[in-house]
């Protein structure tokens, strides 16, 4: 097979602490560096947290794996420096096809309006992603980030004010404690089978081939979906562009095929042939069999453990929201330890992380598997209504929606959490409470979201200057922003946007999210809504 990406190897070397055999503690601990450990790892270096990353492994992920990622992961990781890398070598895309046999059924747009800075979605290889952030790691947090590769954790216990760990590395295994834990390790977390953990949810009886072929082609830049092509009949079939003329090709199998068998390259390769062309020259990256499930924890803290992205939830990769749902945890995660951590806010904020992320598992997995049993039903009044569905679709507007090749990766409001104040005055648009923030141009050329990301509350006030610069409250600083004064609202987007009339206020939390708001200032009122968003009211 062709390879088109040179694997970095990283140099394993021994820890001061292993050579001494003295048992340190540490601030905090992450167990794994792919996508998830890597953000975590970025996210507290870069609110002054010193990490210890412990990975068994010594290179990036191999094969692409994830692909696609989402505009609010996305906005995640340019909060954190590393997206207009990743954006600079992916393809940007936002339109997808679903086709039916050799008809276009439905079309879609997940970006619809303008001036956003970040992409609907991109594609790119899982590799690029992880150098990238590792990169950016060394590059400006070497002295809080410190990798452990062919660091492998054997051994973890939880205690009433440290989390005790074993590890095992080429120079045998030694002793260490972290105040805090954040269990990065996949879907087949030993973390998370090391504290008992148990997934509820559901495998699903069906198998999907996944090639990354290297070709030259004329396919635009766009997610196209096929049920019952005419070159893989009564299944279905996703294609992807990815960067280096690579193109993710998904096969659906079926339930009683031989994995092993499927994966090998004189049975791969006629099945290319008949959806390209027996005359498109091309050549195998990588080959992969993949059964998927829809399953969670109901707990995503466990002591001072946490866990996140595929250890704590699976979803099948219809829709693209694993990694992305897995960046979001972190993004939920970081700006409360760091409150805890400074004593700003009581251990009981730490529990909303579960209490917000298992909420929003819960609504990737219904969406992930309402996904599944359209593209593979497995009953007869499934598959009627997902023939019924596609023939209407053609000819139909009000059918084309319910076409449902994966609902594409979206943000899952936190629209319950107790962090929230609730309104109390009406407001037109998406912005309610628990919802993360719409970025807008602002300042001429520069960006809303880049104006609040600096990991502290927001108050964004629009109109009327209440002349104050902070709100604060119990050691807590709320920077006061007035659309206006302190930043220019450059196309009356922001305005738009969060239904900013005269005096409109909003409390925006570290991650980015709608915490409360109101019609006009009161910082007594806004006093309250932040205590209330760290778990003190």
């Known amino acids: 097979m062709l390879n088109t990406y040179e694997y970095p190897e990283f140099d394993y070397i021994q820890s001061d602490e292993q050579k001494s055999g003295e048992v340190k503690r540490h601030k905090a601990v992450v167990i794994g560096a792919g996508p998830i450990g890597l953000t975590t790892a970025l996210d507290f270096a870069k609110q002054g947290i010193p990490v210890v990353v412990l990975d068994d492994n010594n290179t990036v992920s191999i094969g692409s794996r994830a692909v696609c990622y989402a505009k609010r992961p996305l906005e995640v990781w340019d909060r954190l420096g590393v997206a207009d890398r990743m954006i600079d070598k992916s393809v940007v895309w936002k339109v997808g096809k679903v086709f039916r046999d050799e008809e276009m059924v439905y079309q879609f747009d997940l970006l619809p309006e303008d001036d956003h800075k970040i992409p609907a979605f991109i594609n790119l290889q899982q590799y690029y992603l992880e150098e990238y952030m590792i990169d950016e790691c060394k590059k400006q947090y070497g002295n809080l980030i410190d990798f452990r590769w062919k660091s492998k954790t054997i051994s973890l216990k939880n205690h009433e004010d440290h989390v005790a760990l ?99 390259p004189e049975n791969v390769i006629p099945r290319l042939k008949a959806m390209l062309g027996e005359d498109v020259e ?14 969670q924890l109901q707990d995503f803290k466990c002591g001072r453990v946490f866990i996140a992205g595929d250890a704590a939830h699976q979803v099948s990769p219809f829709g693209a929201r694993g990694a992305n749902t897995g960046v979001q945890d972190i993004d939920n995660l970081t700006w409360k330890l760091k409150m805890v951590m400074d004593g700003k806010a009581p251990e009981k904020l730490l529990d909303t992380y579960s209490e917000e992320r298992v909420f929003a598992a819960a609504d990737n997995l219904l969406n992930s598997t309402r996904s599944t049993d359209f593209i593979t039903p497995k009953s007869a009044v499934s598959k009627a209504f997902r023939d019924a569905v596609l023939d209407l679709a053609s000819d139909y507007d009000f059918a084309r929606p319910l076409v449902n090749s994966g609902r594409l ?84 987007c922001l305005k738009e946007r969060y239904d900013g009339q005269d005096g409109t206020t909003y409390l925006i939390r570290p991650d980015q999210h709608v915490a409360g708001r109101w019609r006009s200032f009161d910082d007594t009122e806004i006093a309250t809504a932040i205590m209330r968003a760290t778990a003190q009211a």
């Open 409 to 492: 990766s979206m943000p899952t409001p936190y629209v319950n959490s107790s962090l929230n104040t609730p309104d109390s005055d009406e407001f037109a648009g998406k912005m309610n409470p628990g919802t993360n923030c719409a970025d807008a141009p602002v300042n001429g050329d520069e960006w809303f979201l880049n104006t609040i990301a600096d990991s502290r509350f927001k108050v964004l006030v629009f109109g009327t200057d209440p002349q104050v610069k902070s709100v604060e409250v119990n050691g807590i600083d709320a920077d006061v922003i007035v659309v206006g004064k302190d930043i220019e609202d450059t196309k009356g």
């Open 166 to 264: 074993q590890v095992e590395t080429p120079d045998g295994v030694y002793k260490m404690e972290a105040d805090y834990v954040v269990a990065c390790d996949g879907a087949n977390s030993d973390t998370r089978k090391m504290l008992g953990l148990d997934f509820e949810g559901q495998f699903f009886q069906d198998r999907f081939l996944i090639a990354d072929v290297v070709m030259k082609a004329d396919f635009p830049a766009e997610r196209w979906f096929w049920f019952n092509p005419p070159f893989h009949r009564n299944q279905s079939v996703l294609l992807h562009m990815q960067s280096d003329d690579v193109w993710r090709i998904d096969f659906q199998l079926g339930w009683d095929c031989d994995p092993e068998e499927e994966k090998k």
């Open 282 to 295: 091309f050549e195998l990256e990588w080959v992969s069999v993949y059964q998927f499930a829809c399953r």
